[in-house]
RNA sequence: GGUCCGGUAGCUCAGUUGGAUAGAGCAUCAGCCUUCUAAGCUGAGGGUCAUUGGUUCGAAUCCAAUCCGGAUCACCA
């Protein structure tokens, strides 16, 4: 339990002592961390007590003050200031705690549970490489399935990759018409790159055509339909459909260069998938869910033979699920994969990591699933997160708008070696370590640039402005994280030193304010990887590592650790640097940046 | 128009089940390297928490209305 419960838990036990016969409301008590400005470590709000035991707030803070000290383990003094109880806590608490779990790699952490869990992101389309917006959707749904798995959950990270369906269908055939058998190895590019020049150049010529069909007398509309081109794609889908020998080796031919720039790009992103599912393999599924919603009479079928759900008395619309020609459409394969995947992994909880763009779709697909009773429907969890947009509006791929996700961690693995060159800091370095050092640097700034955001806020990035590595980032953890590392090896010390170091050591002398600072932080951990994983927000980790490593920078900048008052504020304060470091580390590590222990 | 999300310092964002004088970073200005890494630290300026009303000991937080911005409401995916 934490500090902060414990003391919540004494003075609820003390009301109920002092005033046996008031019958108290549940969470009367309120327990927050103490201001600054104040004496104390947390506080206690007297203010919802007082009318119903008609008390002033001096005499019943003195009255639970003083019970508190007398009776609690954990309580040293208070303080009343104008309805606020400071509570101390005792030193020796602290210094217990920190004994407890400072070389503790895995404290915060929840032992694991019987229930499963999917997360479901990335889910990229293979007609053109990830861009700015994708990196959001992955480092949210990676960061999210490990701060799962930590606070105990069985994590199956999954990606359904769509690989079938017009847009294609559009790749292949500008390929097709104007490759001359161009492959990934034949140009030099990244597979994925190089499928994506060609849907561009699907929409420049189906623009071009557009524009020719209206000057020769076509309306738009007319035009748009009859582009010879977009003709020529779905043509292609319809072979593909009906299992065009040509068309299927040409679509996995394309679809394999894309899987292997994808790789590349996953793996340098340090994210993986337990689970992958593709569309081509799922997107018949579902009928038979619809099959069984008309039986049960959820479902009803207009006179074109189309399948519909009434959702009116929801606040939504009619949603189709079948065409009239008995065809499937997005929702209907969705329905289907819900309930694979559910009974596929036998799943407590299944999380769609989704742009909110997709809001009522996701709605309406847990709405379906419950009204025809599925299993799977309670268990649906979209997690919904804002778009990345530039400054001149969303990203469109189609025109070629998009920051390229390579080419942005190229740019910022760069911006590290230029920043880590200028500050002078290069040297005791092998080549090797700089290009891992750059690496770490470059894609930690990018990772929690995208995370340190609240998941549903949109964002707007623009490119012009490079990511900056001083203040709110990642390097600034990083750089803590490394003066600590580079203490501890002055001190001969390792990162993770045997209990028996400081076995030892007692307290005698009182705890700093700039110590304390450090202690409370610590104490703290569990509750906000608790936050995190319940609210699906790994932001609240990097603002939690953020203050931890401005702490540290204060403590750091105030007191010397190396040559502390004596021995004992030495070896107090290795614990304590120990501890913030393993924390940083392993949060972030949970948000899949990584912590140098040089730079 | 219906539904949903957002609006906090010049900019980007924190702000816990309602709690003390609303906090960070960037940018601006002023200090701090002979001492464990200055990618750092200390300080200053900067606010009608979109607006109005309500709930109460107390509201950025809860409720209602209004204004502004966005998403969505396809026999597209």
């Known amino acids: 339990m934490t500090l902060a419960a414990q003391l919540k838990l004494a003075a609820e036990q003390t009301l109920h002592k002092l005033f046996p016969e008031i019958d108290f409301p549940a969470n009367i008590v309120t327990v927050n961390q103490t201001k600054p400005e104040f004496p104390g470590d947390y506080t206690i709000v007297l203010f919802p007590f007082l009318k119903l035991l008609r008390q002033k707030p001096d005499t019943l803070g003195i009255l639970i003050g003083d019970h508190l000290v007398a009776h609690s383990s954990i309580v040293s003094s208070y303080q009343i200031v104008s309805g ?35 997360v479901e992101y990335s889910s990229p389309n293979t007609n053109k490489p990830l861009h700015f917006g994708h990196l959001r959707n992955i480092f949210l749904g990676f960061a999210t399935g490990e701060i799962l798995k930590a606070t105990g959950q069985q994590v199956v990270k999954a990606n359904l990759v769509n690989d079938r369906g017009i847009h294609i269908c559009k790749s292949m055939i500008a390929w097709k018409r104007y490759a001359n058998g161009a492959t990934p ?8 790159h190089l499928v994506g020049d060609y849907y561009v150049k699907f929409n420049d010529v189906y623009k071009h055509e ?16 009859n582009a010879p081109i977009m003709k020529e794609a779905q043509e292609m889908l319809r072979q593909w459909e009906a299992g065009d020998p040509e068309t299927r080796t040409l679509w996995q031919t394309m679809n394999a260069w894309v899987y292997d720039g994808f790789k590349v790009s996953y793996c340098r992103l340090g994210v993986d998938f337990d689970k992958w599912y593709y569309e081509s393999d799922t997107y018949l599924l579902g009928k038979k869910i619809v ?29 189709l699920l079948l065409r009239g020609d008995g065809t499937s459409v997005y929702i209907t394969q969705d329905l289907g994969t819900a309930k694979l995947k559910f009974d596929e992994f ?6 769609y990591v989704i742009a909110d763009e997709q809001n009522y779709h996701m709605q309406v697909l847990k709405l379906i699933l419950k009204k025809m009773n599925e299993p799977c429907a309670d268990g649906i969890f979209h997690l919904s997160y804002g778009m990345v947009e530039l400054p001149s509006g969303r990203m469109k791929s189609r025109e070629g708008t998009v920051v390229d996700a390579d080419d942005m961690m190229d740019e910022m693995v760069r911006l590290a070696k230029e920043q880590t060159e200028q500050a002078g800091k290069t040297e005791g370095f092998t080549t090797d370590e700089l290009t891992k050092l750059y690496e770490t640097i470059g894609m930690g700034a990018l990772k ?33 994280h490394a003066r ?26 009182n705890i700093l304010p700039a110590e304390k600072k450090l202690f409370v932080s610590l104490e703290q951990y569990p509750s906000v990887l608790l936050t995190a994983a319940e609210e699906y927000n790994p932001s609240a980790l990097c603002n939690y590592c953020f203050q ?27 614990m304590l640097i120990i501890m913030t470091a393993s924390v940083l580390r392993h949060a972030m590590q949970l948000c899949g940046i990584r912590m140098p222990e040089k730079m």
């Open 84 to 118: 606020f109880l400071n509570l101390a806590v005792k030193d020796s608490v602290w210094f217990a705690f920190l004994q407890n779990q400072f070389n503790n790699p895995h404290f915060g952490e929840i032992p694991r549970q019987d229930n499963r869990v999917m």
């Open 185 to 192: 190895q034949s140009e030099g590019i990244k597979g994925d």
């Open 210 to 225: 557009v524009a020719e069909g209206v000057s020769k007398g076509m309306t738009q509309e007319e035009a748009e339909k």
């Open 291 to 319: 099959e069984e919603g008309l039986k049960k009479e959820v479902l009803f079928k207009k006179s074109d033979g189309s399948v519909w759900i009434d959702l009116t008395t929801d606040g939504l619309d009619e949603k």
């Open 346 to 351: 036998k799943l407590a909880q299944s999380i």
């Open 448 to 480: 929690f640039y995208l995370l340190r955001v609240d998941p549903k806020k949109k964002m707007i990035f623009d490119p012009k402005e490079s990511i900056d590595l001083h203040g709110f980032t990642a390097t600034f953890i990083q750089y803590a």
């Open 484 to 509: 600590i590392c580079s203490i501890l090896r002055k001190e001969n010390c390792p990162l993770m030193p045997d209990s028996s170091r400081f076995q030892s050591l007692t307290l005698s002398q």
């Open 548 to 574: 931890l490593a401005q702490q540290f920078n204060s403590f750091y900048d105030e007191h010397s650790i190396s040559k502390a008052e004596n021995e004992e504020k030495k070896h107090l304060r290795l």
